[in-house]
T-cell receptor, first 112, second 114 residues
Framework: LAKTTQPISMDSYEGQEVNITCSHNNIATNDYITWYQQFPSQGPRFIIQGYKTKVTNEVASLFIPADRKSSTLSLPRVSLSDTAVYYCLVGDIKAAGNKLTFGGGTRVLVKP | KAGVTQTPRYLIKTRGQQVTLSCSPI?????VSWYQQTPGQGLQFLFE???????NKGNFPGRFSGRQFSNSRSEMNVSTLELGDSALYLC?????????????FGPGTRLTVT
């Protein structure tokens, strides 16, 4: 499994865009990048997943450069309710028997 | 569609006792995984069940066990509880085996061992 490195914490203000970068230098050819969000005392929630270039859904955007050694989760116009821990995971989503390995995550605090 | 449900949500047990936690996956999901989350160790994989068979196992002692029923509902059991077993236990489901990266988590069961 590719090792991931992401900042421990980030502060932001309501209405701003939050960008969280995850480094994964030893990403393999078959690996995808997946982001989860977790609120206190709740289970993680799948946010977005991508392989290359840019993926966008109703919640976030995921930017992946051509070398795929890093990725950036972008949360547009955050609100107080976006305060959570965000996890970056890298792995082969199609390999049977895979188990999720969560790192420390990035604790995002959105201030009024 | 209803999400993953876990019961009970909160539990207090005494060291040495045993506990059983229950998980009902999203309707139609056949794979259920269990995770332990603690402030010190983060989120750690316990085991995964698919079609009533354990398909994958993490590095936990044999005190931790589980099973899956024909309706895909799952239970996990921890025997001879230790103080270090205090944690948030999360259940996650996915439609088929192998979709580890697109799992849907329940709210968890907060276990406190005193």
């Amino acid at each position: 499994l590719a090792k991931t490195t992401q900042p421990i914490s980030m502060d932001s203000y309501e209405g701003q865009e939050v960008n969280i970068t995850c480094s994964h230098n030893n990403i393999a050819t078959n690996d995808y990048i997946t982001w989860y969000q977790q609120f206190p005392s709740q289970g993680p929630r799948f946010i977005i997943q991508g392989y290359k270039t840019k993926v966008t859904n109703e919640v976030a955007s995921l930017f992946i450069p051509a070398d795929r050694k890093s990725s950036t989760l972008s949360l547009p116009r955050v609100s107080l309710s976006d305060t959570a821990v965000y996890y970056c995971l890298v792995g082969d989503i199609k390999a049977a028997g895979n188990k999720l390995t969560f790192g420390g995550g990035t604790r995002v605090l959105v201030k009024p | 569609k209803a999400g993953v449900t876990q019961t009970p949500r909160y539990l207090i047990k005494t060291r040495g006792q045993q506990v059983t936690l229950s998980c009902s996956p999203i309707s139609g999901h056949r794979s259920v995984s269990w995770y332990q989350q603690t402030p010190g160790q983060g989120l750690q994989f316990l085991f995964e069940y698919f079609s009533e068979t354990q398909r994958n196992k993490g590095n936990f002692p044999g005190r931790f066990s589980g099973r899956q029923f024909s309706n895909s509902r799952s239970e996990m059991n921890v025997s001879t509880l230790e103080l270090g077993d205090s944690a948030l236990y999360l259940c996650a489901s996915s439609p088929v085996f192998g979709r580890a990266y697109e799992q849907y988590f329940g709210p968890g069961t907060r276990l406190t061992v005193t």
